[in-house]
């Protein structure tokens, strides 16, 4: 597979949501948050629809399938529940994700590993209605070739290993979980893989993750949202965007 100079940005929007669900109410609009992200350069929009509906609600779903004109990324778990809702509306994509309800966010990457029949019945129908399927996992070999397996098109590399270590100025760690990053993309797309990665990216970060050239998406949501608070939405992708842009370009 070759690679390609275009990286693309997927806008995850759902702490728009958790500021809304904060007060109730109405604001502010997660889909008037898409519109600036498409205005602003962003390729796609990601949500997440979890469990307890902390953040990203069904009628934001209903909302954004209805409003956008980029492809929508639906982030869920592996539940009948979520396979269903994902089914009636049928995004451009669906990301398999790990998720308990205790955690904050999405603490690690998905047990392909351990999962793998249950996880090759559960993506095979998201296919078959033509959602683009992938697996959101650890920079591992073995949960690399477990999405391989069960016939995952795109694996999204958890970045949030990485993120932590640059920013606790961990710079043995750092180094090591780059190096990691940067082989297991390489690994995956040997096999034939489409490669995103996400989780924790910042402006400070984003450059070495941005500069590999297996990489064809990165997803970013929480900082984004961050620095909308005091740049707004569209000047805070356009930076984003522009490093993004100039680590490929090296």
Same mark, same amino acid.
């Given at each position: 597979?070759?690679?390609?100079? !275009?990286?693309?940005?997927?806008?995850?929007?759902?702490?728009?949501?958790?500021?809304?669900?904060?007060?109730?109410?109405?604001?502010?609009?997660?889909?008037?948050?898409?519109?600036?992200? #498409?205005?602003?350069?962003?390729?796609?929009?990601?949500?997440?629809?979890?469990?307890?509906?902390?953040?990203?609600?069904?009628?934001?779903? #209903?909302?954004?399938? &209805?409003?956008?004109?980029?492809?929508?990324?639906?982030?869920?778990?592996?539940? &009948?529940?979520?396979?269903?809702?994902?089914?009636?509306?049928?995004?451009?994509?669906?990301?398999?994700?790990?998720?308990?309800?205790?955690?904050?966010?999405?603490?690690?990457?998905?047990?392909?590993?351990?999962?793998?029949?249950?996880?090759?019945?559960?993506?095979?129908?998201?296919?078959?209605?033509?959602?683009?399927?992938?697996?959101?996992?650890?920079?591992?070999?073995?949960?690399?070739?477990?999405?391989?397996?069960?016939?995952?098109?795109?694996?999204?590399?958890?970045?949030?290993?990485?993120?932590?270590?640059?920013?606790? !100025?961990?710079?043995?760690?750092?180094?090591? #979980?780059?190096?990691?990053?940067?082989?297991?993309?390489?690994?995956?797309?040997?096999?034939?893989?489409?490669?995103?990665?996400?989780?924790?990216?910042?402006? &400070?970060?984003?450059?070495?993750?941005?500069?590999?050239?297996?990489?064809?998406?990165?997803?970013?949501?929480?900082?984004?949202?961050?620095?909308?608070?005091?740049?707004?939405?569209?000047?805070?992708?356009?930076?984003?965007?522009?490093?993004?842009?100039?680590?490929?370009?090296?």
């Amino acid at each position: 597979m070759m690679t390609s100079s !275009n990286l693309r940005l997927g806008v995850n929007i759902d702490h728009v949501a958790t500021v809304r669900n904060a007060r109730g109410g109405m604001t502010p609009d997660p889909v008037r948050a898409a519109k600036l992200a #498409e205005q602003a350069g962003a390729d796609g929009i990601t949500a997440h629809l979890r469990e307890d509906r902390r953040h990203i609600s069904d009628a934001d779903i #209903e909302a954004l399938m &209805d409003a956008l004109t980029l492809p929508l990324n639906f982030e869920m778990a592996a539940t &009948d529940e979520m396979q269903a809702i994902a089914l009636r509306h049928k995004p451009h994509a669906v990301c398999i994700v790990p998720e308990k309800r205790e955690e904050r966010t999405t603490e690690g990457g998905l047990e392909v590993a351990r999962e793998e029949n249950k996880l090759a019945h559960f993506i095979a129908p998201l296919a078959e209605a033509g959602c683009r399927v992938s697996i959101f996992i650890a920079a591992d070999q073995r949960q690399i070739e477990a999405a391989h397996r069960i016939g995952a098109p795109v694996i999204e590399l958890h970045t949030g290993a990485y993120c932590d270590a640059f920013a606790e !100025n961990r710079t043995e760690d750092c180094a090591a #979980e780059l190096t990691r990053l940067t082989e297991m993309a390489a690994f995956a797309q040997d096999l034939g893989l489409e490669v995103h990665a996400g989780h924790g990216l910042t402006y &400070d970060c984003v450059t070495p993750i941005a500069a590999l050239p297996q990489i064809q998406e990165l997803n970013i949501g929480h900082f984004l949202i961050g620095e909308a608070i005091f740049l707004g939405l569209q000047s805070a992708i356009h930076e984003m965007r522009r490093i993004m842009d100039a680590a490929r370009a090296q």
